[in-house]
């Protein structure tokens, strides 16, 4: 297949799957026949791929942001660990004044030993807050073709409720520059 032909497929696919636009106005719209699309759809399973969008940027951002808060809520209420050496935590045979023997814990004061499990995040933690952090920051941050082919489509949308001849000529626009944007590998 040509690179113009995997444009024009590409193309089709987005208006399809995101846009839920008719395979006769997507095959008008980048001038080829609607057997042609309708073949892209079965050939792709395009109509799995559509249902599948339930993993939507949205809901990608909701369900890390929720592991975030999951990894700091563990964190938060992780009980604390002090290094109190093993000998410590044993008991003693003492022999009392009458000469009986008894076994006796040591005293100790637990503050007075470093922490060796804490309520802070640790290396590993650590790291997945960062991976997490990372993840949610491209999200938000990034542009792909799929939002820009949904700005273009509500904008088209607008117009055309104020002047339908103008959004037609706007389509023509939107598509264009959507198809160039796909072709020169600016997503």
Wanted: glycine letters at 4%; hydrophobic letters at 35%; one cysteine or more.
């Amino acid at each position: 297949m040509g690179i113009r032909k995997q444009i024009e497929k590409d193309l089709a696919k987005v208006l399809f799957v995101n846009d839920d636009i008719s395979q006769k106005e997507i095959a008008e719209r980048i001038n080829c026949t609607e057997k042609t699309v309708s073949k892209w759809v079965k050939e792709g399973d395009w109509e799995k791929l559509k249902t599948s969008l339930l993993v939507t940027k949205d809901n990608q951002l909701t369900a890390l942001y929720g592991q975030l808060q999951s990894v700091n809520d563990e964190i938060k209420t992780r009980p604390v660990v002090r290094d109190i050496p093993n000998f410590m935590l044993k008991p003693v045979k003492l022999k009392t004044s009458s000469g009986d023997e008894v076994l006796e814990y040591p005293k100790y004061e637990p503050k007075d030993y470093p922490i060796l499990i804490g309520n802070f995040p640790n290396s590993k933690d650590t790291d997945m807050i960062s991976k997490l952090t990372t993840a949610i920051k491209r999200l938000e941050t990034e542009t792909n073709i799929g939002e820009t082919i949904s700005v273009a489509k509500n904008l088209i949308l607008f117009i055309r409720s104020i002047d339908s001849k103008f959004a037609n000529q706007l389509t023509t626009y939107c598509d264009a520059f959507i198809k160039q944007k796909m072709s020169d590998g600016t997503k």
